[in-house]
């Protein structure tokens, strides 16, 4: 391919609304453009390296059994609700009415639609296990689309589902598809970990997320210091924490002027305390109820944690109003102590404390010296923040670190949760009906490339793996003027590409500076410079972009030590 010929316009200057460094070079390197919030064309490099990327999932994910099929992206709302996500996708969802008045869904997924038609196409235990997948356009009207295509409203998924006649069929198709993703992952050149994670509004028993490691990641992630452990933080067991002890220990708690200070470090500062002192008394609605949640100052609640205590998938934190009505105070002075007609949900780390700050539920007031067994009504203790990175290892008791992290993939073991609701029976050996047991698989095949990105990069650009890289050479003839020049490297090109390399010439007309820095942008592992002065001698200069390793070889020779270094090349 002759850059000339090619649409890759890539740009100087870093774009003005890209925060990330994996959607600045996407942009940079001409890879994408973006349309509208959230929703991107994919250029003819970008469109290359997703093309790899499918490859590769369908190489693997093939190798397991599983067979590609491709699902329609209009979906009727009836199917959701028969399912019961339609509420519990919310916004999410990307819903139209066609010209019959019908509403319908763009699919933010697809189990409800692979169900209901294995549920038409599978009746016998005969044709079970089965694993499908496909690789689709995904729509989903996210909150905050971010970050280029890392999250976005239309992005491209890789699904699967496995239906099996048992779970231990299940945790058969599980284990293949985990082991596909672990190579597929890794052939992508990514540097992941895969998560034991919560199965949040999908139901069913297990699931792992796979997390990349970066700083841009959005998602946190536990990992011990000593053994595998690793988990997401909806996840993360808390191992008990001593309760901590205070002096304010009084005989009743008593009432302080706080004027104006409604955030717990604005009270901890004004009352000259230890933020870990003060408790967060944090209203929220479930299933349109109420319900009060109270953790210490310095910890964070986890909303999966409590909505699996609460058994909900309807959960939100309370508006103004609600905090009003029931603490019957303004908002950033609720507090637990008197508080009637809500179920307080107590943090463990908060079990027997006393001498402790809360709020008065009233303007400008806390009490100091609560003791919590003895002012407060807990209704139920239990694990419901965030892990910290003070807290310990809930396995083997040891320090843990806490990374930001981009989930790439997620597999979940769904049981009967689809098939119940649609109805996906098959008969057994005995003629007896069971319902399917079902698994489904995800993979963020565009959040790929940006995870990779985040990874592989340096001051000047890209670094692309060879696996994945639009080209695996580029030919940079630094003076186009020069017949000699041109000459040679028209018969490297040629000699490459009858080798079923996939070369870029650098044809372009332009000054040798800027090729050094495209080149160095675009990322494609080999640069071959062809310049006037080496090749005086006799001599072609290579360049690996990932080493920045230079080195010179004889003109004759240039293929087919081109072909061997890109042998030895990751
Ligand atoms: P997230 O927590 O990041 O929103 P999710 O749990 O909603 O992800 P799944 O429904 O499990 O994601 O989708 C499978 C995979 O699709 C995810 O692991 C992720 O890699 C990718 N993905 C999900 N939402 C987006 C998005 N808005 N843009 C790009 N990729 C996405
Ligand atoms: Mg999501």
Redesign the pocket.
Known sequence: MRWSKILLPTLKEVPADAEAISHILMIRAGLIRKLTS?VYSYLPFGLKVLTKIEKIIKEEMNSKGAQELLLPAIQPCELWQKSGRFEALGE?MITFRDRHKKLNVLG??HEEVITALVKNEVNSYRQLPLILYQIQT?F?D?AR?RFG?????????K?AYSFDCDTQGLDVSYDKIYEAYCRIFKRCGLNFIPVEADT?I?GGDASH??MVLADSG??KIVKCKKCEYAASLDKAEILKIDTLKYADDFQEYEEVKTPNVRTVEDVADFLKKDIKQLVKTILYIADQKPVAVLVRGDHEVNESKLARILKTSHLEMAGQEVVEKVTKGPLGFSGPVGLIGVDLYGDYSLQGVKGIIVGANKADAHFIGVDIDRDVKVSQWADIRNITADDKCPCCGQGIDIQQA?????V?KLGTKYTKSLGAAYLDVQGKSNLIIMGCY???????I??YLEQNNDDFGIIWSKEISPFQALIMPLNTDNQEIMKEAEDIYKLLVDENIEVLFDDRDIRAGMKFKDADLIGIPMQVIIGEKNLAQGIIEIKLRKTGRRLKVESAKAAQEILKLLDDLQ
């Open positions: 959230g999410d933010p997924t995904k989903r996210e689309p295509v890392m999250r976005s409203r239309e992005f491209i998924m699904d949040g999908m997320e796979f959005e998602d981009i989930e790439v993939g997620h979940f995800g993979i963020g095949v565009t959040r790929i940006a995870a």
